[in-house]
């Protein structure tokens, strides 16, 4: 329960960010979206923290198939840092549990798309 507030709360988050469209997505959408991620054999959330407990940042993720390499893929398909958790090393931490997942999944390739107004995530 404590994780499915967390990745809500997120995505509420993100989603009224610029880079996440700047519209809050429905209290309809929101409040099945976590059930409907959890139906899903190939897709996984990863969270993490703050000290305080609050939740600073997530990722959504899809395992796909690489047909060149004949071998599972993983693509990154939200990523977002809390506010009050930014340029505090929460993506990099992030990025490197989606990459654990990933191969623990014998994923041979990860994918990020990232918006090109998006200098941060670029740099990152």
């Known amino acids: 329960a404590e ?8 995505l509420l988050e ?10 809050a997505i429905p209290d309809d959408k ?4 976590v059930d409907e991620l959890a139906k899903r054999p190939y897709a996984f959330s990863v969270l993490a923290f ?26 990154i398909h939200d990523l977002a840092v809390s506010k009050d ?11 490197s549990k989606v990459e654990e997942e990933a191969r623990r999944r014998g994923a041979v390739k990860l994918t990020l798309e990232v918006l090109d107004g998006n200098s941060p995530a670029q740099a990152s």
């Open 3 to 10: 994780h499915k507030k967390a990745i809500e709360a997120m």
């Open 14 to 23: 993100y989603s009224q960010h610029p880079m996440g469209g700047a519209e």
């Open 30 to 33: 929101l409040s099945k979206v």
């Open 50 to 75: 703050g000290d305080n407990g609050r939740v600073a940042g997530f990722a959504n993720c899809f395992e796909g198939f690489s047909t060149f390499a004949a071998a599972a893929l993983v693509n």
């Open 85 to 95: 958790f930014e340029r505090q090393g929460v993506s990099q931490l992030l990025m």
